[in-house]
């Protein structure tokens, strides 16, 4: 190849690169202005809550194979030793929970916090954990934002 072709083969090469990149650019900037703002759901926030009591709303016996209740899962833990029988004192979930899992009853007791365990159970583990994939992950499944206030509470009820 000739110093001169190889120079024009270069010139032509820049040039077409140039394109591209100029081409990218305006892509780029039409698809950012065609964008629509999309409002994110969630729940009791900018969409209606459908789980208003919170754990209990989920935790249910769906059916006799499927018995999600946090009632069943304690006690399944308990006959394996791992928890005391506390069938007699659980009305409210989480707020009976509370007596032996809040941070200084957890400090105490040596029991784990109830905030960081059920973060750990329902917010870690990506795609595998079925509360992110199936709920969404969202917080405002069992934290409540007061709208008059802004103030944040947990959401407690009686299990069915
Ligand atoms: C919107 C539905 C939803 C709400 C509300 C919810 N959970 Fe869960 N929870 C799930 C799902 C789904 C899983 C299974 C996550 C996974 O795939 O590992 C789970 C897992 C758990 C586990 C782990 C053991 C098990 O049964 O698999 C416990 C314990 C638990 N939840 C307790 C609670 C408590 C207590 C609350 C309330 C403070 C609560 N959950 C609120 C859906 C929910
Ligand atoms: C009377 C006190 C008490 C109450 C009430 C109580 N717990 Fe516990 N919980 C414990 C103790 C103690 C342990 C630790 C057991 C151990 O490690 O041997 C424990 C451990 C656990 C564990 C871990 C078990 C494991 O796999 O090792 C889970 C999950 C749990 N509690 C959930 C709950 C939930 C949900 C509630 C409310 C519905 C609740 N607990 C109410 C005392 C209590
Ligand atoms: C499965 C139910 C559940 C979900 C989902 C959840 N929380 Fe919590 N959270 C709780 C509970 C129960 C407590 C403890 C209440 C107590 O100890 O009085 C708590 C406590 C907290 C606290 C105060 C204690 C701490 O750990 O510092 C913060 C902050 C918090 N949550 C933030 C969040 C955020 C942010 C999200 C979403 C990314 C979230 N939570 C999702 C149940 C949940």
Not at 26 to 55: K, R, S, W, Y
């Amino acid at each position: 190849m000739g110093k001169r072709k190889r120079r024009v083969t270069l010139a032509v090469l820049l040039a077409a690169g140039m394109m591209l990149l100029l081409l990218r650019g305006m892509a780029f900037v039409t698809f950012g202005q065609e964008e629509e703002a999309t409002v994110p759901e969630i729940p009791g926030i900018t969409v209606d809550d459908v789980h208003v009591n919170g754990c209990v709303d989920c935790h249910r016996k769906a059916d006799p194979e499927k018995d999600y209740r946090i009632s069943t899962n304690l006690r399944e833990l308990a006959e394996k030793g791992k928890h005391p029988n506390v069938e007699d004192s659980i009305k409210t979930i989480p707020g009976d929970c509370l007596t032996c899992h809040s941070e200084s009853a957890a400090k105490m007791m040596g029991t784990e916090p109830l905030a960081s365990m059920l973060h750990r159970f329902h917010l870690l583990g990506g795609e595998e954990n079925h509360f992110i994939t199936n709920d969404r992950g969202q917080c405002t499944h069992c934290h409540a934002l007061n709208k008059d206030t802004g103030e944040f509470s947990i959401k407690s009820g009686k299990e069915q």
